[in-house]
């Protein structure tokens, strides 16, 4: 490791750990890939992930032991893995089975961090540890409390999940094989969970749900949801022409909790009419049942359900729909919201979980939770509305693409966690980016607050709050 420059002429050093991180991947990898990647216009970034990202980090052009380090966990990640896979597959078991069993490789990936930076570390020649991944917030993190003990901030996050299940929607957890979500408390066991919590200089909650779960350590904590866009991805893609039906997309995995079943439901009277027309991109266990419920409502040629396609063909799929229907009823992040909207699509999702965080009245609308059947009448009510109202579509996709491109792309994203850098390299106050974000929210990490005293008043990671 080369000498530092002088204080005032170099930016911050950050090891960045993100188990998931690649550029060919969706989901936690993508998130773990393009904010690390971002970060890099703002600080010096050495990114620790997995081996099973080295092909994808290679092609995109990084230099392993210059810009990554690839850790090898599978002496212990393999055996677990089978286990739990053997009993998920018996028991059937849900999501939340698997995130708390890969916990237990966890541990070992970053006992092979620390045997490999920990030296480092203690010298303090990195002046931030930042773990992005796991995003869940039930996933402890060893090192935490070992940073402090070197007096190097870690931060930690955004982490997003711990949404509860809708007490109407018991039976859809049931057919999930969501049992341990009775015992969500459990988690609070887990070796390392408290002092993660307690160690950490900063914790960045991804939704209202984690910022309410971290109330305890509120001194610490930052509201920034996870998700954003690459802008670079939506340029040149085409819009449709205005006129004609409704086009209705939804996109996701088909499986009790999207609420396919109540979007295809509230959307027949249209689509039996000719109003509207509807593109259901994904697959999974329910294909069947929804191929059933299609055919007994004779709505066949105004459904399309062409399964999973190219990540590039969804995006043209998304962007020839005027409404992103949505209705997943426990839903963490919802990046495709911020896709719908980076494309000018009005997303319509139900008033639960992480999407109704990412938009506002002003561009999309959230049915109010309730029984099945209310949910099925809000969207229907809410589909008909904008098929007679083609001007507030246009002008609500307007207004959702400027969201999108002041809060939600991944240059913002990182602007906004260098200045939870700063804050706790002592160098600012703590920054409040709103919740949920407002549409001036992007421009609040230029608003800083010198801290008197510079570097050496910044906050104690393990202090009170």
């Not at 043209?316 to 911020?338: K, T, W």
């Not at 608003?447 to 570097?455: C, D, F, I, M, N």
Request: charge should be positive.
């Amino acid at each position: 490791m080369p000498e530092r420059p002088p204080e005032s002429a170099r930016r911050p050093r950050v090891l960045v750990l993100a188990d998931s991180a690649n550029p060919e991947w969706s989901s936690a990898s993508l998130v773990g890939w393009s904010l690390t990647r971002a970060l890099r216009e703002r600080a010096e970034v050495h990114l620790v992930t997995h081996a099973r990202n080295r092909e994808g980090l290679e092609h995109a052009g990084w230099v392993e032991g210059r810009d990554f380090t690839a850790l090898d966990p599978s002496a212990v990640e393999g055996p677990v893995t089978r286990v739990g896979e053997g009993i998920r597959r018996v028991t059937r078991l849900g999501w939340t089975w698997t995130t708390a069993f890969s916990t237990l490789a966890y541990y070992w990936f970053e006992a092979l961090a620390w045997r490999r930076f920990g030296e480092e570390i203690r010298a303090r020649r990195w002046d931030v540890v930042h773990r992005i991944t796991p995003v869940s917030p039930a996933v402890p993190s060893t090192l935490a409390a070992r940073c402090r003990r070197a007096g190097v901030p870690f931060v930690l996050g955004p982490v997003n999940g711990g949404v509860p299940w809708p007490r109407e929607f018991r039976e859809a957890m049931r057919r999930e094989g969501e049992w341990l979500s009775y015992v969500r408390g459990a988690r609070k066991l887990l070796p390392g969970y408290r002092s993660t919590r307690s160690a950490a200089a900063a914790l960045l909650a991804g939704s209202s749900y984690v910022w309410e779960d971290l109330a305890p350590y509120r001194a610490r904590t930052v509201y920034l949801p996870e998700n954003a866009i690459d802008p670079e991805r939506f340029r040149g893609v085409a819009r449709p022409r205005p006129g004609g039906p409704l086009r209705i997309v939804f996109v996701g995995r088909l499986v009790p909790l999207k609420g396919v079943d109540m979007l295809i439901e509230a959307a027949v009277p249209l689509l039996r009419s000719g109003a509207a027309t509807l593109d259901v991109v994904g697959d999974g266990p329910e294909m069947p049942a929804l191929r059933a419920r299609i055919a007994a409502a004779d709505v066949g040629p105004a459904v399309s359900l062409p399964g999973w396609i190219d990540q590039r063909e969804v995006i043209q799929r998304i962007a020839r729909a005027d409404v992103l229907g949505f209705p997943s009823i426990r839903e963490f992040g919802g990046g495709v919201v911020l896709e719908a909207m980076a494309l000018g699509v009005v997303p319509v999702v139900v008033d639960h979980g992480g999407p109704r965080e990412l938009l506002s009245d002003e561009t999309g609308v959230r049915v109010p939770l309730g029984p099945r059947a209310e949910i099925v009448a809000g969207l229907a009510r809410v589909l008909e509305s904008l098929a007679g109202d083609r001007p507030r579509v246009a002008a609500m996709g307007e207004r959702g693409r400027h969201r999108v491109e002041s809060l939600f792309t991944w240059e913002v994203k990182a602007a906004q966690v260098a200045e939870v850098y700063r804050w706790v390299l002592g160098e600012r106050d703590r920054p409040d980016f709103g919740m949920p974000l407002s549409e001036s929210a992007a421009l609040r990490p230029a608003a800083t607050t010198p801290v008197p005293g510079g570097r050496s008043a910044r906050p104690s990671p393990g202090a009170s709050p």
